[in-house]
């Protein structure tokens, strides 16, 4: 029981809080008043019955008191309680036609306001952007607006073109410059093989001959004159050597970069120097040759 009395204190206290004025406050303290006499008299009962049991004198005429008492107590407080039920109840039906009323009000004015709204504002803001699209001029601060939001239209689209003409003729410039290119890489792709064709081609027709000197030369180097074999031998080591300069012509043929790739390796300048004065020799020794000047 003392846990309920707690709970309803509880109660009691929330329901003064919420009161909404000062009328309804002392009305909802009071039922404070009640329960204090409640517990009140359940704390006198229950401190008989501690002394006197049920059965004898003194707690029958407890337990008689309790009952005559408290029931008249809650029934009075239950009455309260429903009288303020339906003094609620009366008050939300009193503010029901009210509330219709305004609701109602509320459906018919809306449209009537949006329609005087537009007749008032929107219609001639309408008007005037329909005369400022259609290039009139309008003399007050949306006109200018108008107008300054066309000239900025008008800078827009001409740069637009600008930059439209711009790009085409950058475009026509590089189909232009890129055309060019294809078409000197296709001569240069020809020049090539041009190149390729003749340096094989003469390096075909030269090995022909030089095959047939260098076996004449060879037979020649085994005749029984000394100076015939020493002239077949000069003949000889030439075709040698025109025949390695045929190989490198065929060699920068068959090369994709057209370049000869040479081999270095150390040189005996004493030896090159005589093969040099070898092959100048017949020279200087013919007449009309530096030799005979010297």
């Not at 309680?81 to 009210?98: F, H, Q, S």
Request: with cysteine; net charge positive.
């Amino acid at each position: 029981m003392t846990a309920t009395f707690g709970l309803m204190d509880r109660l009691i206290a929330e329901d003064v809080e919420a009161a909404p004025n000062a009328t309804e406050t002392v009305t909802r303290a009071r039922q404070g008043i009640t329960l204090a006499r409640v517990r009140g008299q359940f704390t006198r009962l229950e401190r008989t019955l501690q002394q006197a049991p049920p059965g004898t004198p003194e707690g029958d005429a407890a337990l008689a008191l309790y009952g005559a008492q408290v029931p008249g107590l809650i029934a009075a407080q239950i009455h309260q309680e429903t009288r303020r039920r339906e003094a609620a109840l009366a008050a939300m039906a009193g503010l029901r036609g009210p509330l219709h009323a305004l609701a109602l009000a509320i459906a018919i004015g809306a449209p009537l306001l949006l329609v005087a709204l537009y007749l008032a504002l929107l219609r001639p803001v309408l008007r005037r952007l329909a005369a400022g699209g259609e290039g009139a001029v309008v003399h007050d601060e949306l006109g200018l607006l108008f107008a300054r939001v066309r000239q900025m239209t008008a800078r827009l689209d001409r740069r637009a073109r600008s930059l439209a003409a711009d790009r085409a003729r950058l475009e026509a410039l590089v189909a232009e410059r890129t055309a060019d290119l294809s078409a000197a890489n296709a001569r240069l792709s020809r020049a090539d093989v041009e190149r390729r064709r003749f340096f094989a081609d003469v390096g075909h027709e030269l090995r022909t001959p030089l095959t047939v000197i260098l076996g004449e030369a060879e037979l020649g180097e085994r005749h029984d004159d000394p100076a015939l074999r020493a002239s077949f031998r000069t003949i000889h080591s030439r075709a040698l050597r025109l025949a390695r300069r045929i190989e490198d012509l065929l060699r920068i043929a068959r090369s994709d970069s057209g370049r000869l790739d040479l081999d270095c390796q150390p040189v005996d300048l004493a030896a090159a120097a005589r093969a040099a004065l070898d092959d100048m020799a017949p020279c200087c020794a013919a007449p009309g040759g530096g030799g005979a000047g010297a």
